[in-house]
Each structure stands twice: as C-alpha cells, then as structure tokens.
C-alpha cells in the first residue's frame, strides 16, 4: 500500500511559478512510477507529465512541455511538479499518482492517488 500527499497548491498570477510536491509513504517508492494529472472543473482528468522510478525517464502531455518540470527524490519519498510561466487555463486541482509503469500512467491508470491540491491561476 502507498498512501500519497500533495502540497504546494495554491493561488498564483499568470506568468508565476508554484512547486507541487507529492509525499509518500511506504519503503518501495523507487518501485514505482509518478505521474501527475490535473482535473478543471467541467473537463476530464488529464495526464500532465510523469517519471519513472529512477527519474532518468519523463514524460509530459503537450500542453505542458517547456514550462513544467516532473523531478523526484527518493531519499525523501517525493515528487516535485515545478510549474513556471503558469496560464489561467492551468487552473486545476492536480493529483499525483503511482504505478509499477510509466506508459500505465500516461493512459490515465494508476494504483494509487493522492488527494489532489488547487491550483488557481489568476490573469
């Protein structure tokens, strides 16, 4: 079992920058893969990005390429979603998420979540 934690959300400026972090519990955390996803009020849960257990693999959906940044620590059971040059349409509560593989997490699938944080993006 892996229970998850996010933090770091919050209200910020279009153009600012905010830092996701995700916490979690239970020894295997380099097992697995994180992925972050974002849900908009009225829309879908969409993928945002991922990172393998070692970190030296991510991936991120389009529309976040350049300007978010997956990392993680295993040391510290932690996952980082740094979000610069942030848009009012990034306005969402975000999740992570984990699971043995990465390509799982990109279609959406995940055995775990956590409870997600808001994050307000104002213009």
């Known amino acids: 079992q892996v229970q998850l934690g996010e933090s770091g959300g919050g209200l910020v400026q279009a153009g600012g920058s905010l830092r996701l972090s995700c916490a979690a519990s239970?020894?295997?955390?380099?097992?697995?893969?994180m992925g972050w996803f974002r849900q908009a009020p009225g829309k879908e849960r969409e993928f945002v990005g991922g990172?393998?257990?070692?970190?030296?693999?991510?991936s991120y959906a389009d529309s976040v390429k350049g300007r978010f940044t997956i990392s993680r620590d295993n040391a510290k059971n932690t996952v980082y979603l740094q979000m610069n040059s942030l848009k009012t349409e990034d306005t969402a509560v975000y999740y992570c998420?984990?699971?043995?593989?990465?390509?799982?997490?990109?279609?959406?699938?995940?055995?775990?979540w956590g409870q997600g944080t808001q994050v307000t993006v104002s213009s």
């Open positions: 998420a984990a699971d043995p593989g990465l390509s799982r997490l990109a279609t959406g699938r995940g055995d775990y």
């Open positions: 990172i393998t257990g070692s970190g030296l693999t991510t």
């Open positions: 239970g020894r295997t955390f380099s097992m697995y893969a």
